[in-house]
């Protein structure tokens, strides 16, 4: 189920992702299969549009991905371009059974290839699940 914009169900997932106004969010991959209900909760609380062309580094990336979009390691070292030394990646990709659906073993190695761990998985929308990469304590392994 999407979530309505400014449903509590969308803040507290937005909650969750640990989204706070006055951080800084660029988003990338976008199409029109992602959940709009839960991007508009997002922005929502950030009060303000996503970074997409980055001037300064960003405390959090959206990531949307699905199977189809290519080498998920490439992915995820082109998401850390902008990223602020302490910031994560939240990965979004489809859920088990969903078109586009990621591997659990393809999101361990692309994360392993791109010098990251995985933090936690949340479960954002009916058809969404989102994956949080940070760089392991200690600079990368």
Same mark, same amino acid.
Do not use: C
């Given at each position: 189920?999407?979530? @309505?914009?400014?449903?509590? &169900?969308?803040?507290?997932?937005?909650? &969750?992702?640990?989204?706070?106004?006055? #951080?800084?969010?660029?988003? !990338?991959?976008?199409? %029109?299969?992602?959940? %709009?209900? !839960? =991007?508009?909760?997002?922005?929502?609380? !950030?009060?303000?549009?996503?970074?997409?062309?980055?001037?300064? $580094?960003?405390? *959090? *990336? #959206?990531?949307?991905? =699905?199977? %189809?979009?290519?080498?998920?390691?490439?992915? !995820? *070292?082109?998401?850390?371009?902008?990223?602020? @030394?302490?910031?994560?990646?939240? #990965?979004?990709?489809?859920?088990?059974?969903?078109?586009?659906?990621?591997?659990? $073993?393809?999101?361990?190695? @692309?994360?392993?290839? @791109?010098?990251?761990?995985?933090?936690?998985?949340?479960? *954002?929308?009916?058809?969404?699940?989102?994956?949080?990469?940070? =760089?392991?304590?200690?600079?990368? =392994?």
């Amino acid at each position: 189920m999407s979530t @309505a914009p400014g449903s509590t &169900a969308g803040s507290s997932v937005v909650a &969750a992702l640990g989204i706070t106004p006055g #951080l800084a969010v660029q988003e !990338l991959g976008w199409d %029109e299969d992602v959940d %709009e209900g !839960l =991007r508009s909760a997002v922005l929502d609380v !950030l009060g303000e549009d996503f970074v997409y062309e980055a001037i300064e $580094a960003v405390d *959090v *990336v #959206l990531l949307w991905w =699905r199977d %189809e979009d290519g080498d998920l390691g490439d992915g !995820l *070292v082109d998401a850390l371009t902008d990223l602020t @030394a302490k910031g994560h990646i939240w #990965l979004l990709t489809p859920r088990i059974g969903k078109d586009g659906h990621v591997d659990a $073993a393809d999101l361990s190695e @692309a994360a392993l290839t @791109a010098g990251l761990a995985l933090a936690n998985t949340a479960s *954002v929308s009916r058809g969404w699940e989102a994956h949080k990469l940070v =760089r392991p304590k200690g600079g990368r =392994r």
